[in-house]
């Protein structure tokens, strides 16, 4: 399958996920919705396609065509209280290649959905940093999408994700995966509310 009929393909099922979910949305009186910060830090491997301009360009910076990945993911989930899918919006900086003693940094902004089950797909721009023949920084842009799935043991999230980023000047895969651990904003509420109670409380064996 073509790179773009793939792309054109996930984004015609994110759209799709996203008024089904706004369809169901009609249907209900009221609708409330709880945010969630679920950043942490990412890890993992890319590998560059083909005899790219990208991949020649690390080439003659002796960085080979697999890099290693390491950075910090900062997420916020919207979150409909009734249940259904999640409203993720995703900003990921990264440093790559530095296994071979080089920092290639790269931003990546997503918007997408999560479903109740943990599959999640999503879509956004990714700016990567390298240099030209002239030592000139040389900043490339690119289109993401990637699609995986978020594990969650005991309150921690483990997402595991697999991204195509495309670009005229070269064609990237990437498996990323991490860690984070998230509450929403009634959960932090209510342990605020129970450390108030509990001061409260400890005030008052003092007093007596």
Avoid: C
């Avoid at 759209?15 to 609708?31: D, L, Q, R």
């Avoid at 999408?145 to 195509?164: C, F, H, M, Q, W």
């Amino acid at each position: 399958m073509r790179p773009r009929i793939l792309i054109i393909l996930l984004s015609a099922i994110l759209i799709w996920v996203g008024t089904s979910a706004a369809g169901a949305a009609e249907y209900t009186k009221t609708v409330s919705f709880d945010k969630r910060n679920l950043s942490g830090p990412r890890f993992g491997m890319t590998y560059i396609l083909g005899d790219s301009e990208l991949k020649q360009e690390l080439e003659r910076e002796n960085v080979g065509p697999v890099v290693s990945q390491f950075g910090w993911h900062f997420e916020r989930q919207i979150i409909p209280e009734g249940g259904g899918p999640q409203f993720v919006v995703e900003f990921v900086p990264m440093l790559a290649a530095v296994e071979y003693g080089k920092f290639v940094p790269n931003l990546t902004l997503a918007m997408g959905v999560r479903m109740p089950g943990g599959w999640e797909l999503g879509l956004g721009p990714n700016m990567l940093l390298s240099k030209s023949v002239e030592d000139n920084v040389h900043v490339r842009t690119a289109l993401v999408t990637a699609i995986g799935r978020s594990l969650n043991y005991g309150g921690v999230s483990i997402p595991i994700n697999l991204a195509y980023t495309s670009s005229p000047e070269g064609n990237r895969v990437s498996l990323i995966f991490g860690y984070a651990i998230g509450k929403t904003g009634q959960e932090k509420e209510k342990d605020k509310k129970s450390s108030n109670d509990a001061t409260h409380d400890n005030r008052l064996g003092a007093d007596f």
